[in-house]
């Protein structure tokens, strides 16, 4: 694969071009070579240099420049074609992600159309974490189609311990029936290699309680299909 590097080159000059009768005087600054192309993956060197007095000299280029010079007259821009370096700092919310480097080479509008691409083996990555929950704290109110959801994202996956005061049994499920549970605390932990985090749901009651009439109302009703029968 080839790829076109560009150089641009500043020169300070203090002394005046010496002018020769009948012939032109030459460019203080030579290039060696002026263009070059370079195969993905090799490395390019170009020259400059000048034979004539100057203030300082060097490279300027996007990759690869050379600091400014006041003793030389010859100077060599150097670079190694490497594919690029990318640095990332991954979190949770990497795990799982897939990275790949693509490469396109543009040799302008006289170069092959599309642009010539080439593609790494993609990089799969796994992200290693402890569980967090998004809360501390969680509030239910009783009803027979509520759960108890401790479930958290974690690497490795978590185990999960609960403790209660209204629990008898030790559990290891993620989720709990609301609807078997009484009014109450109830702390959930997960927990893997790299840590652990906790979070309480408080359990209420509906706070509906049958009022006298309704329990005067069931009791006639009950009386009556007592006689009925």
Known sequence: MLQLFFGFVYLSAVSQLVSLTGAQAECPVQLNPQRVVVRYGGSVAANCNTSVLHKGMGWEASQGGVPMTKNQSLITWRLKTISYTLLIRPDRADDGAQYRCEAELDLGAEGPQPHPTISSKPLNVEVYYKPQ??????????????????????????????????LEEKISSSELKSSALSPGNYTCTATNALGRDSKVFIVKSTGIRPTFWTVLTFFQLSVALIIII
């Open 133 to 166: 929950h998004s809360s501390s704290t969680e509030t239910i109110i009783k009803d027979d189609k509520v759960m108890l959801d401790c479930t958290v994202k974690a690497n490795p996956a978590p185990t999960y311990t609960w403790r209660s005061d209204h």
